[in-house]
């Protein structure tokens, strides 16, 4: 079945670090993959998504580009800021439900130091 | 930005206590879902629905049930709560492919 990895957790980083969160997924054919923000006491926000191999999609400074070759979709940002400090989950949508279940990640939480 | 509303938005209760969880959502969604939260922050689909009238059990076991009787409304209930059902509670909306979630319910059975 369809499954998404994420990087374990927790990350711990300094205001202005580079940030790399990984995510590898295993689907059959060309899934939609996505990143959600989970900011602490709310629910999920969509941060990012791409539907197609090579997409690259971009929020907020957050970057992630569709690798099909690697099965990978690796969250980036430059520059993290303290409000960065969150969990992050990967999810994909199968391409073959017309539906949109989300297979989803366990999570990564960061947390950004000043 | 989704319009999707949870009440209540924190709950304790003693066990044995009947409960509903609401969710409603303003955009007409016809995909609508529920989501238990562990502590250790990993999500499960336990129910959803693709429109009015139709629900399905998701991947987790649960002993709560749901109705979807209009588009807008996809209540969650538990019959009789056990400690074991402490935890937060999340349900997403769908047009398509892309989710969007309210701010959960973090229920405590005592």
Known sequence: GDSVTQMEGPVTLSEE???TINCTYTATGYPSLFWYVQYPGEGLQLLLKATKADDKGSNKGFEATYRKETTSFHLEKGSVQV???AVYFCA???IRTSGSRLTFGEGT????NP | EADIYQTPRYLVIGTGKKITLECSQTMGHDKMYWYQQDPGMELHLIHYSYGVNSTEKGDLSSESTV??????HFPLTLES???SHTSQYLCAS????IQYFGAGTRLSVL
């Open chain 2, 81 to 83: 709560a056990r400690p």
């Open chain 1, 17 to 19: 670090a580079f940030l």
């Open chain 1, 92 to 94: 994909l949508s199968p």
């Open chain 2, 67 to 72: 109705s979807r009787i209009r588009t807008e």
């Open chain 2, 94 to 97: 769908s047009p398509g492919r």
């Open chain 1, 83 to 85: 409000s960065d400090s």
């Open chain 1, 109 to 112: 939480q960061l947390t950004v």
